[in-house]
Nanobody, 124 residues
Framework: QVRLVESGGGLVQAGGSLRLSCAASGGTFSNYAAGWFRQAPGKEREFVAGFGSQPWIVDYLGSVKGRFTISRDSAKTTVYLQMNNLKPEDTAVYYC?????????????????WGQGTQVTVSS
């Protein structure tokens, strides 16, 4: 059973950058598809970015395309979300998620494993 721990959130001004990390234990991302989700107060949890494990196929929420990049390290134990040109509307708790599948999913219901979340706050 895989365990996920996120880090890297914080407070940043609009236009700034943050990199979130998601470290996996009990499994690697060579066997799991992974995704980043976010949830703002009073809103549903939404898919931000994800990849399938085999082959490497990535998908992004439309509003973050060109600004966010999902990647993983060569050991396939850590997933990153590089966030550039951040906007106040990106403010949310960001969650890492994984599922035992080759294919990514865009619904929270597709994922079995979740991290505890990390807060990202973008000031205007």
């Amino acid at each position: 059973q895989v365990r996920l721990v996120e880090s890297g959130g914080g407070l940043v001004q609009a236009g700034g950058s943050l990199r979130l990390s998601c470290a996996a234990s009990g499994g690697t991302f060579s066997n799991y598809a992974a995704g980043w989700f976010r949830q703002a107060p009073g809103k549903e949890r939404e898919f931000v970015a994800g990849f399938g494990s085999q082959p490497w196929i990535v998908d992004y929420l439309g509003s973050v395309k060109g600004r966010f990049t999902i990647s993983r390290d060569s050991a396939k134990t850590t997933v990153y979300l590089q966030m550039n040109n951040l906007k106040p509307e990106d403010t949310a708790v960001y969650y890492c998620a994984a599922r035992f599948s080759n294919l990514t999913g865009v619904s929270a219901d597709d994922y079995n494993y979740w991290g505890q979340g990390t807060q990202v706050t973008v000031s205007s």
